[in-house]
């Protein structure tokens, strides 16, 4: 036989093995489908507890009782989220205030501001609880520049490797692979895990940008580019750097990027990621491993994802009124949205609220200039109009409707969608950017929590099961 017609054989035994391949696994899949649809009614079954039982042995679901307030779990020196003070033995609503190491936050933005870009300075505050003097600034800026490197082919190899829509995903599947780079990936000497958490916090942007990029051009077909990350550039700058097809941005929204960073580097230990991050790291875990728990716990859509859920409700919104600048007409549609009968049923302005605050959100007061700037500059006076007026309406609504303990009103993600799409950052980037900013909390809360406690974190959970033999 010639060697052509070998290589004809040859190759069409090969496809058609494969095909075989794909055909059983199609099988095997569908057949576990089956299964598992079929065993879902057990699970319902067996798996339901009495909302009674709950009240019954005061289990406060979620750790927060009725008015909201968090179950004690811990203490920290990190930074302090309040909502309300005492008065006479109740707890009163006040102006929320958020404190970076015994900083309030819109003192540090108003000086960092002062500065050009302050991600840098106050991810050191964080870190190592004191305001860095300007020689332990600039080092520290050099350290994280140094650290702004992946392995070698470590893009081609991991993040370009079967590249995932959920960018979340891509990016804990590369802080995991990343322990197998590491000399000392299970020492937990307080020295190695800064360097770790120094290191996680560099790249961060990277892993984000280049698993977008991955995808976009693996999913959607478009061209594929990494740009490198300058190192003399801030984390704001490098982020718009590489994502961008030019790598060009202006100051202002760099600027307005660094902000948005800062707002959302860190919000006390008690938030679902962090607390995991804690979690995981009394059980004596590595930095990857905590880290990537974080993710986890970040990518879900009741903590990080509720930006994406006010930009999709504000397009429901345009979608459904003729005037964004009609405060009756966008009214009766916010009474829909929380009669349940527009937008996605679920009877939610998202957006509004938070566990803790109450008269207001600090992080959103501090943003709220910055939006209108952009919104100027860009000329987005529409949709800003838009956000304003339902910002103005929407608590007022929500109050009238509901039973509020403590009162509502815009949180920090009702805006920051917006200034991200402003800036051009693809939704599928969204809760990943919160993930580049919350690494320095979470790598804040590992530290203090090797630092501070030898305990494993293990609360209990009260069994209700019913004996079926003695």
Not at 261 to 267: A, K, Q, V
Not at 285 to 313: E, R
Not at 438 to 447: E, P
């Amino acid at each position: 036989m010639s060697d052509f017609l070998y290589c004809y054989f040859s190759s069409n035994e090969s496809f058609r093995f494969k095909n075989i391949k794909k055909g059983v696994h199609v099988e095997n899949e569908n057949r576990i489908e089956i299964y598992a649809a079929r065993q879902e009614g057990y699970c319902l079954k067996n798996n339901q507890i009495e909302d009674k039982l709950f009240q019954e042995f005061g289990v406060n679901r979620g750790l927060r009782n009725e008015r909201g307030v968090g179950v004690l779990t811990g203490l920290t020196n990190i930074s302090k989220v309040n909502g309300a003070h005492v008065v006479n033995g109740e707890k009163v609503p006040m102006e929320g205030e958020l404190w970076y190491r015994g900083y309030r936050i819109e003192h540090l933005v108003e000086e960092v501001r002062k500065e050009g870009f302050g991600f840098e300075k106050i991810a050191y505050l964080l870190l190592f609880g004191e305001m860095p003097t300007k020689a332990q600034q600039a080092e520290f800026f050099e350290v994280l520049r140094r650290a702004t490197r992946l392995p070698t082919n470590f893009t081609r190899d991991v993040i370009m490797k079967a590249p995932s829509r959920d960018i979340m995903n891509s990016m804990t599947r590369s802080i995991l692979t990343l322990a197998s780079y590491d000399r000392r990936p299970n020492d937990l000497r307080l020295d190695n895990v800064i360097r770790q958490c120094i290191q996680l916090i560099a790249i961060f942007p990277m892993l984000a940008v280049y698993s977008y990029h991955a995808h976009n051009h693996i999913d959607n077909n478009q061209s594929m580019y990494i740009h490198r990350p300058d190192p003399n550039l801030s984390q704001a700058e490098n982020f718009l750097r590489m994502l961008r097809p030019d790598s060009q941005y202006t100051e202002l929204e760099a600027q307005a990027l660094d902000i948005a960073l800062i707002l959302h580097m860190e919000h006390g230990g008690g938030n679902n990621s962090t607390f995991t991050t804690r979690v995981v790291t009394s059980s004596g875990s590595d930095t990857y491993s905590a880290i990537a728990a974080a993710m986890c716990s970040l990518k879900g859509p009741k903590h990080g994802g509720a930006n994406i859920k006010v930009m999709q409700m504000m397009q429901d919104i345009r979608e459904h009124v003729s005037d964004v600048h009609d405060e009756d007409e966008i009214c009766a549609y916010l009474k829909k949205i929380l009669d349940h009968t527009a937008f996605d049923g679920a009877g939610l302005i998202y957006g509004m609220g938070h566990a803790v605050y109450s008269l207001s959100d600090p992080r959103e007061k501090v943003f709220h200039s910055y939006v209108e700037e952009l919104a100027h500059a860009k000329g987005w006076e529409d949709s800003l109009a838009l956000y304003t007026t339902v910002e103005k309406l929407a608590p007022q609504l929500i109050a009238e409707q509901r039973q509020i303990f403590k009162g509502v009103s815009p949180n920090v993600d009702f805006y920051s969608g917006f200034v991200y799409d402003m800036l051009g950052i693809p939704q599928e980037l969204f809760t990943p950017l919160f993930a580049v900013a919350r690494i320095v909390g979470w790598s804040a809360h590992r530290i203090e929590e090797l630092v501070g406690s030898s305990k494993i974190i293990r609360p209990a959970y009260k069994s209700v099961m019913k004996k079926l033999e003695e």
